[in-house]
């Protein structure tokens, strides 16, 4: 049971246009969410994430959208650039952290997209 | 160190050896986790450590994997009798306030 999908496998876009990465969920239960970035041979790096109670982030060059009654996030990349081609992983957890250190708990994942931005 | 660090970068053994995977998480981060990458798969959850907390193990995909946490600190995964299908990316990250810092990861290969 996949509760965490990025339907597209791969996004490919010239360089300083916009990249828009998708992804959708099916836990109700889901409410904190995180795009991470990996590039061959290295871990995932986060990137941003949004909390249940907004409908956007930003941070520079990134955005991530949630749209809760869809179950839909989308993550916006404007303007893209070659360094940006990685995949890019979505990811959702239960659990909000709180001010006396925690973690997120458990996060699922998507399958990853990979970008791929052209010069 | 500054990161997340895990070992050995890369592991190949035969079909039923036992292979046991390092990380060594940010000091002073109190929660571990464990997860796998398959080839062209998103990242599988294995394992949690929080604290003093009994671990979440809910991801295992059978008993002949294991994982302890030593002091809060240095963790490590073990995988019994290994099967081609254990062939993956494990990961390790830790976490205190922010997201998650991931180890490079250790790249099993069962023959």
């Known amino acids: 049971d996949q509760q965490v999908k990025q339907n597209s496998p791969s996004l490919s876009v010239q360089e300083g246009r916009i990249s828009i990465l998708n992804c959708d969920y099916t836990?109700?239960?889901?409410?904190?969410f995180l795009w991470y970035k990996k590039y061959p041979a290295e871990g995932p790096t986060f990137l941003i994430s949004?909390?249940?109670?907004?409908d956007k982030n930003e941070d520079g060059r990134f955005t991530v959208f949630l749209n809760k009654s869809a179950k839909h996030l989308s993550l916006h990349i404007v303007p893209s650039q070659p360094g940006d081609s990685a995949v890019y992983f979505c990811?959702?957890?239960?659990?909000?952290?709180?001010?006396?250190?925690?973690?997120?708990?458990?996060?699922?994942f998507g399958q990853g997209t990979i970008l791929t931005v052209h010069p | 160190g500054a990161g997340v660090s895990q070992s050995p970068s890369n592991k190949v053994t035969e079909k039923g050896k036992d292979v046991e995977l390092r990380c060594d998480p940010i000091s002073g981060h109190t929660a571990l986790y464990w997860y796998r990458q398959s080839l062209g798969q998103g990242l599988e959850f294995l394992i949690y450590?929080?604290?003093?907390?009994?671990?979440?193990k809910s991801g295992l995909p059978s008993d002949r994997f294991s994982a302890e946490r030593t002091g809060g600190s240095v963790s490590t995964l073990t995988i019994q009798r290994t099967q081609q299908e254990d062939s993956a990316v494990y990961l390790c990250?830790?976490?205190?306030?922010?997201?998650?810092?991931f180890g490079s990861g250790t790249r099993l290969t069962v023959v």
């Open positions: 450590f929080q604290g003093n907390s009994a671990p979440d």
């Open positions: 990250a830790s976490s205190w306030r922010e997201g998650y810092t």
């Open positions: 949004i909390s249940s109670i907004k």
């Open positions: 836990n109700s239960m889901f409410d904190y």
């Open positions: 990811a959702a957890s239960g659990s909000l952290p709180y001010a006396g250190g925690t973690s997120y708990g458990k996060l699922t």
